[in-house]
């Protein structure tokens, strides 16, 4: 595809539907529903400044955070727990215990237990964020191909090394699409462990919007979250082409055959 | 001449390289058991390229796996140089039947064969000099950068074979590594083990279903029985050292053996021998 072309495909549709959304929207006096000139100017008076720094800055901060713990955590636990098979037995299901909890119920007892502090924040994002990188990897670990297992064991290839050079990028696939879920998961945990008992970041600010009725202030607080999914979405596409370059190669090959 | 006078029956005075004795493998299955191998025993020589040869299912490749210690027998003993294996000796390598999974789809074709290496800790530029001439061997010097994924089944299988040929093994086992690919390339690769062979001086145990491939490739033949699976015949193979697929396949030697393990293998596939023979057929050669 042309750079042009995919530039065309990017923004094609949200301009379409911004176009839509100023017809429809035209001569609507509703005070609760934004119209997208005065949106975006609100978007910039209201977020780029002393706010950014703030609130949304902060945010951001955490989430990388967590999101960095969780896919770290949940990597090297998967491995872990993925090649020795008692562990696994062990533990799978306490992990699916766990993960079916959602994790905002655990907002009010990290409060508890850690305070009310970025570290109870950044705990609440790991809490939620780590099950699907975590179980993903376990599972992936389980399904390595045997005769590459084998091929491994006769060369003398094992411990670090195995991890390192075997059943690390093997697992990459599976731990790839975990990632993607965690994003979006850090993403709605970053926002909910700011609404609760907290006096700045991005979820409380929009939360402060809206009890005071700043209409088209919370509706471009939600925009800037929209904002921060898409720029985490192009990062992992991103790092993504770049690990797994081998697998969506071998993927097209046994496609077309 | 007959044949059946080649029967090698040498006697053993140095240590053999490889010793398989009274190897059994009976495989746990839901509701019962297999038998995929019942009693095997032969030796080879060191420096020494032997072809198995049976039917289909009748336990080469799990007579590999408990070689190379990839997994248990249930009973007997295999002995690499004088010691006992119970796991995968450091000086063996292997060649696996399935070529499209032995290597590692996220290396290139160098990664891939520099790994065993490199996991050793040779010296970089010794590893350097061992792969070039490994890939320079099998012809794949040009793709050192590309991957598997991107090679033909004949490729592929060059490249497994150099990551052999690199680790330098003392013994080199091979699971029908030429299956899959198609008749030129295979009669291609035949000569390039012949090739390492005589070059590297390792001692080989070549499996493989096709008869003319084991009589063109083998100095001996080993033609084992359906499963449950014993030693059907150990066939020495006189012709010259020096093969090539044209002349040597026309000999009237080549057409002889072939013949006879043709012969013995449609035998082998109207069932096992029986103790009964097999006991005949030791009293014989006393
Ligand atoms: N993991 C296993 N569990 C149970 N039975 C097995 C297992 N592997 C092999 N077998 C059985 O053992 C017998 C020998 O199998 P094996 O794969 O060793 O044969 P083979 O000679 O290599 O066949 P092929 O020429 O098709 O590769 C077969 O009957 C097979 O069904
Ligand atoms: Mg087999």
């Known amino acids: 595809m042309s750079p042009l072309k995919r530039v065309a495909y990017f923004f094609?549709?949200?301009?379409?539907?911004?176009?839509?959304?100023?017809?429809?929207?035209?001569?609507?006096?509703?005070?609760?529903?934004?119209?997208?000139?005065?949106?975006?100017?609100?978007?910039?008076?209201?977020?780029?400044?002393?706010?950014?720094?703030?609130?949304?800055?902060?945010?951001?901060?955490?989430?990388?955070?967590?999101?960095l713990f969780a896919i770290g955590l949940g990597i090297v636990l998967g491995l872990l727990i993925g090649s020795t098979r008692w562990l696994r037995n062990l533990l799978e299901p306490m992990l699916e215990f766990f993960r079916a909890i959602p994790p905002p119920v655990l907002v009010p007892l990290l409060m508890l237990l850690i305070g009310v502090n970025d570290s109870m924040k950044v705990a609440v994002i790991i809490s939620g964020a780590i099950w699907p990188v975590l179980l993903n990897t376990v599972e992936g670990v389980r399904a390595v191909d045997s005769v590459l297992n084998d091929s491994c064991r006769s060369y003398g290839i094992r411990g670090f090394a195995r991890i390192r050079y075997f059943v690390l990028p093997a697992v990459t696939p599976q731990i790839m699409a975990g990632v993607?879920?965690?994003?979006?998961?850090?993403?709605?945990?970053?926002?909910?462990?700011?609404?609760?008992?907290?006096?700045?970041?991005?979820?409380?600010?929009?939360?402060?919007?809206?009890?005071?009725?700043?209409?088209?202030?919370?509706?471009?607080?939600?925009?800037?979250?929209?904002?921060?999914?898409?720029?985490?979405?192009?990062?992992?596409?991103?790092?993504?082409?770049?690990?797994?370059?081998?697998?969506?190669?071998l993927k097209e090959i046994t496609h077309d055959s | 001449m007959t044949v059946s006078d080649t029967t090698v029956n040498r006697p053993v005075k140095t240590v053999p390289m490889l010793s398989v004795r009274g190897l059994q493998k009976i495989y746990k299955v839901p509701g019962g058991e297999v038998e995929a191998v019942r009693d095997l025993t032969f030796d080879l020589a060191e420096g020494e390229l032997v072809c198995l040869v049976g039917p289909s299912g009748s336990g080469k490749t799990t007579l590999l796996k408990c070689i190379s210690g990839l997994m248990e027998q249930t009973s007997g003993t295999v002995e690499l140089a004088g010691s006992k294996v119970t796991g995968p000796p450091k000086s063996m390598a292997v060649v696996f039947q399935e070529y499209g999974r032995s290597l590692f789809p996220w290396m290139t074709v160098r990664g891939n064969v520099e790994l065993p290496l490199k996991n050793q800790k040779v010296p970089k530029a010794e590893r350097t000099a061992l792969v070039d001439a490994a890939l320079k061997s099998v012809g794949l010097d040009h793709v050192p950068k590309s991957y598997p994924w991107q090679l033909s089944g004949g490729m592929q299988q060059r490249v497994a074979i150099a990551r052999a040929v690199a680790y330098r093994p003392q013994v080199l086992l091979m699971d029908e590594p030429?299956?899959?690919?198609?008749?030129?390339?295979?009669?291609?690769?035949?000569?390039?083990?012949?090739?390492?062979?005589?070059?590297?001086?390792?001692?080989?145990?070549?499996?493989?279903?096709?008869?003319?491939?084991?009589?063109?490739?083998?100095?001996?033949v080993i033609v084992l029985s359906s499963s449950p699976t014993v030693v059907q015949e150990d066939l020495k193979i006189d012709l010259p050292a020096e093969r090539d697929q044209l002349n040597t396949r026309a000999l009237p030697r080549f057409m002889e053996l072939r013949s006879h393990v043709y012969a013995e293998i449609q035998r082998a596939k109207l069932g096992p021998v029986t103790e009964q023979i097999t006991a005949q057929r030791k009293a014989a050669r006393k």
């Open chain 1, 12 to 67: 094609g549709l949200p301009i379409v539907l911004i176009v839509l959304w100023w017809a429809l929207s035209f001569g609507s006096t509703n005070f609760f529903v934004p119209k997208p000139f005065e949106l975006a100017q609100t978007l910039w008076t209201t977020w780029i400044g002393e706010r950014f720094f703030e609130d949304v800055l902060p945010s951001l901060g955490r989430l990388a955070v967590g999101l």
């Open chain 1, 180 to 249: 993607r879920q965690s994003l979006s998961i850090g993403l709605i945990l970053m926002v909910i462990s700011e609404m609760f008992a907290s006096s700045s970041g991005l979820g409380f600010t929009i939360v402060q919007f809206q009890r005071n009725f700043a209409i088209p202030e919370m509706w471009s607080g939600i925009v800037v979250l929209g904002l921060i999914g898409l720029g985490l979405a192009l990062i992992f596409q991103f790092v993504e082409r770049r690990v797994l370059h081998w697998y969506h190669g």
């Open chain 2, 178 to 220: 030429f299956a899959a690919v198609d008749a030129q390339t295979r009669a291609d690769l035949e000569d390039l083990i012949r090739t390492i062979w005589k070059q590297l001086g390792v001692t080989i145990l070549f499996v493989t279903h096709d008869i003319d491939e084991s009589v063109y490739l083998g100095e001996r």
